[in-house]
C-alpha cells in the first residue's frame, strides 16, 4: 500500500539515482529561471508521478528550454547517459529560427519582432516602459540593451499559457494512464544539491602522485601534502551534503509531505500550504549567475 513516507524517500534521495538524476533546482547557476510549474499524477496499483516544469534562459546552450523532471514509481522512458538512467527530458518551445533572427547573444536585437511559439507568432519588446510595467528590471549593461532572459521573462508574463508544458511532454516519462490530479504554478520551495564525494583510498592518491610527479614536486607538492589537502576537501563537501540534507531536503520542507498526503489520498484538500510561495524568478536572484 502506497505510503506518504515511500513518496517522500523517492524525492530525498532523488539526488542519490546516478550523476544525471536531480532534484530540481530553480537557482540553478547555469540557466536564469523564467518561468515553472509543479503537476501531481496518481494512477491505479499505487502509481504515482510528479513532474516539474523549469523555463529557463541558458547562455551556454544558446538556448531557451523547457526541462521537466519527474519523480515517481512508475517512470519509463527515461534517458540514458554514460550507461545512467536521467530523470529528465528538455524541450524547445520557440522555433529555432524565430529565435536565432531575434538575438544577439546575450541580448535581444534592437529590431526584434516576435518570436514563433508552438506555432504562435508572439510579439517581442524592445521599448523600456514595457518591462517596467511589468516589474521586469533591465539591467542594462549598456544603454538599452535587452537581455534574453529579461525579454523571455516579459513575454512569458503576457503569453505564460503557450510555454507551458503540453501533455505529450509532460507524459514523455509518465504512463497515460495516470490521472494529473493538481497543478501548481506557485509553491514554497528549496532547492536542494548534493555534491558527489567519491572516496580516494591512500594507494589512490599515492597513484596520483606519481602519475603527476613531475609536475607536483616543483611546486613542493608532497604526497603528504596532496594526502592532507585531498581530505580536506572530501571533509568540506561531506560536511556541504550534511547541511543540505539537513535543511533542503523535500523531507524538511512543507510542501512535499502534503503533496505526498495528496497522492496518498488523492485529495487536494490536503494541500494547505502556510509558508508564502516563492517559485516567481525574482526570489530566485542567482539563477543564471555563472
Given at each position: 500500500?502506497?505510503?506518504?513516507?515511500?513518496?517522500?524517500?523517492?524525492?530525498?534521495?532523488?539526488?542519490?539515482?546516478?550523476?544525471?538524476?536531480?532534484?530540481?533546482?530553480?537557482?540553478?547557476?547555469?540557466?536564469?529561471?523564467?518561468?515553472?510549474?509543479?503537476?501531481?499524477?496518481?494512477?491505479?496499483?499505487?502509481?504515482?508521478?510528479?513532474?516539474?516544469?523549469?523555463?529557463?534562459?541558458?547562455?551556454?546552450?544558446?538556448?531557451?528550454?523547457?526541462?521537466?523532471?519527474?519523480?515517481?514509481?512508475?517512470?519509463?522512458?527515461?534517458?540514458?547517459?554514460?550507461?545512467?538512467?536521467?530523470?529528465?527530458?528538455?524541450?524547445?518551445?520557440?522555433?529555432?529560427?524565430?529565435?536565432?533572427?531575434?538575438?544577439?547573444?546575450?541580448?535581444?536585437?534592437?529590431?526584434?519582432?516576435?518570436?514563433?511559439?508552438?506555432?504562435?507568432?508572439?510579439?517581442?519588446?524592445?521599448?523600456?516602459?514595457?518591462?517596467?510595467?511589468?516589474?521586469?528590471?533591465?539591467?542594462?549593461?549598456e544603454p538599452?540593451?535587452?537581455?534574453?532572459?529579461?525579454?523571455?521573462?516579459?513575454?512569458?508574463?503576457?503569453?505564460?499559457?503557450?510555454?507551458?508544458?503540453?501533455?505529450?511532454?509532460?507524459?514523455?516519462?509518465?504512463?497515460?494512464?495516470?490521472?494529473?490530479?493538481?497543478?501548481?504554478?506557485?509553491?514554497?520551495?528549496?532547492?536542494?544539491?548534493?555534491?558527489?564525494?567519491?572516496?580516494?583510498?591512500?594507494?589512490?592518491?599515492?597513484?596520483?602522485?606519481?602519475?603527476?610527479?613531475?609536475?607536483?614536486?616543483?611546486?613542493?607538492m608532497t604526497?603528504?601534502?596532496?594526502?592532507?589537502?585531498?581530505?580536506?576537501?572530501?571533509?568540506?563537501?561531506?560536511?556541504?551534503?550534511?547541511?543540505?540534507?539537513?535543511?533542503?531536503?523535500?523531507?524538511?520542507?512543507?510542501?512535499?509531505?502534503?503533496?505526498?498526503?495528496?497522492?496518498?489520498?488523492?485529495?487536494?484538500a490536503h494541500?494547505?500550504?502556510?509558508?508564502?510561495?516563492?517559485?516567481?524568478?525574482?526570489?530566485?536572484?542567482?539563477?543564471?549567475?555563472?
Amino acid at each position: 500500500m502506497l505510503s506518504d513516507e515511500e513518496i517522500i524517500t523517492t524525492l530525498d534521495y532523488s539526488n542519490s539515482r546516478g550523476y544525471y538524476s536531480h532534484f530540481t533546482s530553480l537557482g540553478h547557476p547555469y540557466s536564469y529561471l523564467i518561468d515553472c510549474r509543479l503537476n501531481v499524477f496518481r494512477g491505479d496499483n499505487d502509481q504515482w508521478a510528479i513532474a516539474i516544469e523549469r523555463l529557463g534562459y541558458n547562455p551556454r546552450g544558446g538556448m531557451i528550454d523547457l526541462e521537466i523532471d519527474y519523480f515517481g514509481n512508475c517512470l519509463i522512458n527515461q534517458k540514458e547517459y554514460n550507461g545512467q538512467l536521467t530523470n529528465s527530458h528538455t524541450f524547445f518551445p520557440i522555433d529555432n529560427d524565430s529565435y536565432l533572427e531575434s538575438i544577439e547573444e546575450p541580448c535581444l536585437k534592437a529590431d526584434a519582432t516576435h518570436w514563433l511559439v508552438r506555432g504562435i507568432k508572439v510579439p517581442l519588446s524592445t521599448n523600456k516602459q514595457d518591462y517596467f510595467d511589468k516589474g521586469v528590471d533591465l539591467k542594462e549593461h549598456e544603454p538599452g540593451e535587452i537581455g534574453i532572459e529579461e525579454a523571455a521573462r516579459l513575454v512569458v508574463i503576457n503569453h505564460r499559457d503557450i510555454f507551458r508544458a503540453t501533455d505529450s511532454e509532460l507524459y514523455a516519462s509518465i504512463p497515460m494512464d495516470l490521472e494529473k490530479i493538481l497543478v501548481l504554478d506557485e509553491w514554497h520551495h528549496k532547492d536542494f544539491n548534493e555534491i558527489d564525494v567519491p572516496a580516494m583510498t591512500d594507494e589512490q592518491l599515492k597513484s596520483l602522485w606519481e602519475l603527476n610527479r613531475k609536475t607536483y614536486e616543483p611546486m613542493g607538492m608532497t604526497l603528504e601534502t596532496l594526502t592532507f589537502m585531498t581530505r580536506q576537501q572530501e571533509n568540506s563537501k561531506t560536511d556541504y551534503n550534511k547541511r543540505q540534507w539537513e535543511e533542503n531536503r523535500p523531507g524538511s520542507c512543507e510542501t512535499w509531505p502534503m503533496l505526498a498526503k495528496v497522492i496518498v489520498t488523492t485529495d487536494t484538500a490536503h494541500y494547505k500550504p502556510m509558508l508564502a510561495p516563492n517559485t516567481h524568478w525574482l526570489n530566485w536572484p542567482e539563477s543564471g549567475s555563472l
